[in-house]
C-alpha cells in the first residue's frame, strides 16, 4: 500500500511538473505584463505538433526536437507580440480574451504519437519503487528549467529591466530601458516554455485538436492558485493540483475532475491572491 501511495505520487508530481512548465509563461504574461492570453494552451498545442512534424517527417531525434521546439515557439511568440499582441496591452481584459483565443480553435484531426528514445522507456527502480524513465527524465528537466528561470527573473540584468518595466512603464522607458524589447523577450520566452511543454507532454498529456481547449482550465488553475506572476507560486500550485488529480482519478475515479476544482476554491478563499505572487 505505501509504494502503491510513492508511486500514485511521484506520478502527480511528474504530472505537476508538466503542467507547471507550460503554464509559467501563463504566469509571466498575465502576473507581469498585464496581458490575459488565453492562446497560451495553442502554443503549447503547437509545440507538441513541431515536435511530431519533426520527428516524422525530418528524422530529428527527440532530444534535438525539445530545443528546437522551444526555439522555434519562441521566434513565432516574439512575432506575433510584435505584429498582434502589442496592439492590446492597453485593451481592456475582455478584448484580449476574445482575441487571444481563437488560436486555440484551429488544429486538427487525430491524436499524435511520440517516439521516444530507448533510454527513456520502461522504467527503473529506486529505493523498492518502479519509476517511469521518462517521468524521471521530465522532473529533472523541470525542476532544472525552474532554477534558470528563477535566476533569470531575479539575478540578471533582464530580470530588473523586466521588473522595472512592470512596475512603472513610463518610468523605465525614462531610465534607457527598451520596454517594448523587454516585452517582446518575455513574451517569446513564455511561447517558448509553453512550446517546450507542449512537446514534453505528448507522452504524459496525449495531443489532439482538443489539447488547448482541454488543458487550458487546468493552466488557468495553476496561475490562478499559484499567483499570476510569481515563479515559486504557481510551481507549488502545479506539483499539488497534478497530485491532487491524479490521487483523485486514482483512488476515487468516480468523482473525476471535482477534487482539484474543490481544493481551488478553498484555497482562493483561504487565499485570495494566490499562494505567492499578484492577484490575477
Not at 16 to 26: A, D, E, P, T
Not at 216 to 233: K, P
Request: net charge positive.
Amino acid at each position: 500500500m505505501l509504494l502503491r501511495f510513492a508511486g500514485v505520487a511521484f506520478d502527480g508530481i511528474a504530472y505537476g511538473s508538466l503542467l507547471f512548465l507550460i503554464s509559467i509563461g501563463l504566469s509571466v504574461t498575465l502576473g507581469l505584463m498585464n496581458f490575459v492570453n488565453l492562446a497560451h494552451g495553442a502554443f503549447a498545442m503547437l509545440g507538441g505538433y513541431l515536435c511530431v512534424a519533426l520527428m516524422e517527417r525530418a528524422g530529428v531525434p527527440f532530444l534535438l526536437t525539445l530545443p528546437l521546439t522551444f526555439l522555434g515557439l519562441s521566434l513565432l511568440g516574439a512575432l506575433l507580440e510584435r505584429t498582434l499582441y502589442r496592439r492590446l496591452y492597453d485593451a481592456g481584459a475582455l478584448d484580449q480574451v476574445l482575441f487571444s483565443i481563437g488560436p486555440t480553435f484551429g488544429f486538427g484531426p487525430a491524436q499524435q504519437p511520440v517516439r521516444l528514445p530507448p533510454f527513456l522507456l520502461g522504467q527503473v527502480q529506486v529505493l523498492g519503487l518502479w519509476l517511469g524513465r521518462y517521468r524521471l527524465f521530465l522532473v529533472a528537466l523541470v525542476v532544472a528549467l525552474t532554477a534558470l528561470l528563477q535566476l533569470l527573473v531575479d539575478r540578471t540584468r533582464f530580470g530588473a529591466q523586466l521588473r522595472a518595466a512592470v512596475d512603472h512603464r513610463e518610468a523605465a522607458a525614462g531610465l534607457g530601458i527598451d520596454v517594448d524589447r523587454i516585452f517582446t523577450l518575455t513574451f517569446a520566452l513564455g511561447a517558448g516554455l509553453a512550446g517546450l511543454g507542449g512537446a514534453l507532454g505528448i507522452d504524459v498529456l496525449g495531443l489532439d485538436p482538443t489539447f488547448a481547449v482541454k488543458y487550458l482550465v487546468y493552466f488557468l488553475l495553476v496561475v490562478t492558485v499559484g499567483g499570476a506572476g510569481s515563479i515559486r507560486g504557481p510551481a507549488l500550485a502545479a506539483v499539488g493540483l497534478g497530485l491532487l488529480d491524479v490521487a483523485g482519478k486514482y483512488f476515487v475515479p468516480q468523482l473525476g475532475a471535482f477534487v482539484i476544482y474543490a481544493a481551488m476554491v478553498v484555497l482562493l478563499v483561504l487565499l485570495p491572491a494566490g499562494l505567492e505572487g499578484r492577484r490575477a
